[in-house]
């Protein structure tokens, strides 16, 4: 039930640490669903919210074990907002805001499928993943994703661009890949996407797809386009 409560304060008290979970992520989601929240536990560890640590140990678990970033391991998932999990960022209510993960230079990782879950953080606002070894076509997921901004640059994705109609996604990034299928213009549509980087692929055709009265920002080069 929606709560009467609009604001809360609690700084400036002597309270303890928060239970650990799954009281904490109870009270930073309750916190979130109202108008305001206020409070100063900078000192005790944040404990990533339940959905958001199951994200984590779904991608650890699909991940190639060679490739995994930087002290990326399920045990410590829960803990991602302080221990330092490379890539994570979390925003006030420990809820994972943001991944972004560049392969190293010097990885040997064999090319494996994206994980299929990589898309389902429901409090995600960027995500983006480049360089590492990823192959195969882009799961039908990324419609549901709510971030705003994808980036899925330097990888080995080949096949279509699928439909990226949803409600948030505003910035994809699709670059430098293995792309052989343009989007159409029905799956481009409604949308609100502004930026589209379709750079360094193999994609060919006209341009038919290309909602010019949307997008702020559209690259296409080196490709097969012609017309």
Same mark, same amino acid.
């Given at each position: 039930?929606?709560? $009467? ?10 309270? /303890? *640490?928060? #239970?650990?979970?799954?009281? =904490? @992520?109870? +009270? ?67 809820? $994972? ?10 990885? /040997? *990782?064999? #090319?494996?499928?994206?994980? =299929? @879950?990589? +898309? ?67 799956? $481009? ?18 341009? =038919? ?19």
């Amino acid at each position: 039930n929606d709560p $009467l409560l609009r604001t809360l304060e609690l700084q400036n008290n002597s309270f /303890s *640490c928060l #239970p650990d979970q799954p009281s =904490s @992520s109870n +009270f930073l989601n309750f916190c979130s669903s109202i108008g305001s929240c206020t409070f100063d536990f900078s000192d005790c560890p944040r404990y990533l919210s339940p959905v958001d640590t199951q994200y984590l140990v779904d991608l650890i678990d699909q991940w190639s074990p060679n490739c995994l970033p930087t002290n990326w391991t399920t045990t410590d998932a829960v803990q991602a907002c302080d221990v330092p999990f490379e890539g994570v960022t979390c925003n006030h209510f420990s809820q $994972l805001s943001s991944l972004v993960l560049v392969a190293p230079k010097n990885a /040997s *990782c064999a #090319p494996a499928p994206i994980p =299929s @879950s990589l +898309f389902d953080a429901p409090y995600l606002e960027t995500l983006s993943i480049s360089g590492y070894p990823f192959s195969g076509s882009i799961p039908s997921s990324i419609t549901t994703t709510k971030a705003f901004k994808v980036v899925l640059s330097n990888m080995l994705l080949s096949g279509s661009v699928p439909p990226i109609n949803n409600n948030t996604l505003t910035d994809l990034d699709l670059s430098n890949n293995l792309l052989t299928a343009p989007p159409t213009a029905e799956s $481009l549509f409604p949308s609100k996407v502004t930026a589209l980087n379709l750079a360094f692929n193999q994609l060919s055709g006209d341009l =038919s797809f290309v909602p010019l009265n949307q997008l702020f920002i559209f690259n296409i080069s080196s490709n097969g386009f012609s017309g």
